[in-house]
């Protein structure tokens, strides 16, 4: 089965730039979406398609992939960034989606 | 404005039955998948079953297969997840959202519901 592999956890004070890494074999060719998660409330997107924002998300979020690593970068990071923050991709070989494991990302 | 709001969720034994609802307002729930995707206590997301807009396709993810059945009422912009056979690891904190399928991301998703397994 297909791997999403993040880093259990990220800090990083306010201010700062934070980035959040996704693991995957040959990832570049998949389209990878992330999602943050605010303790005890639901999923919100925060970047499609690698590099696309929904509407709402502000420009402080942007998305890369290439080779075997996806990229969530969140720059001037502010407290309310905090939380989990998940990749996910579509395995058409066996039609579901995968998630990665998450990655707490701490405001010093 | 996209809303989903779960129901249905509680405590039921081991080898119990449950049936989740979800009812969708904000979108035409007819040309949208919609999916379930679960979160057990202190863990990460599962995705565990989605399905076509039409109803006709439906994808379930291995530990539920079988044991679980996803459907939608069109007509009540409403989806559904009848649980059977329930087990402890079904304890979770269950999540409807729209999207998701063929490479679509997760646009919107629900408050979630509570199901836990327990005797």
């Known amino acids: 089965s297909y791997v999403l592999t993040q880093p259990p956890s990220v800090s990083v004070a306010p201010g700062e730039t934070a980035r959040i890494s996704c693991g995957g074999d040959n990832l570049a060719t998949k389209s990878v979406h992330w999602y943050h998660q605010r303790p005890g409330q639901a999923p919100v997107a925060v970047i499609y398609?690698?590099?696309d924002r929904p509407s709402g998300i502000p420009e402080r979020f942007s998305g890369s992939n290439s080779g075997n690593t996806a990229t969530l970068t969140i720059s001037r990071v502010e407290a309310g960034d905090e939380g989990d923050y998940y990749c996910?991709?579509?395995?058409?070989?066996?039609?579901?989606?995968?998630f990665g494991g998450g990655t707490q990302l701490t405001v010093l | 404005e996209v809303q989903l709001v779960e129901s249905g969720g509680g405590l039921v034994q081991p080898g119990g039955s449950l049936r989740l609802s979800c009812a969708a307002s904000g979108f035409t729930f007819s040309n949208n998948a919609v999916n379930w995707v679960r979160q057990a206590p202190g863990t990460g997301l599962e995705w565990v079953s989605g399905i076509s807009g039409s109803g006709r396709s439906t994808y379930y993810a291995g530990s539920v297969e079988g044991r679980f059945t996803i459907s939608r009422d069109n007509s009540k912009n409403t989806l559904y997840l009848e649980m059977n056979s329930l087990r402890a690891e079904d304890t979770a904190v269950y999540y409807c959202a729209n999207g998701g399928v063929a490479g679509t991301p997760f646009d919107h998703w629900g408050p979630g519901t509570l199901v836990t397994v327990s005797s």
């Open positions: 398609y690698d590099t």
């Open positions: 996910q991709v579509w395995l058409f070989s066996s039609d579901q989606p995968v």
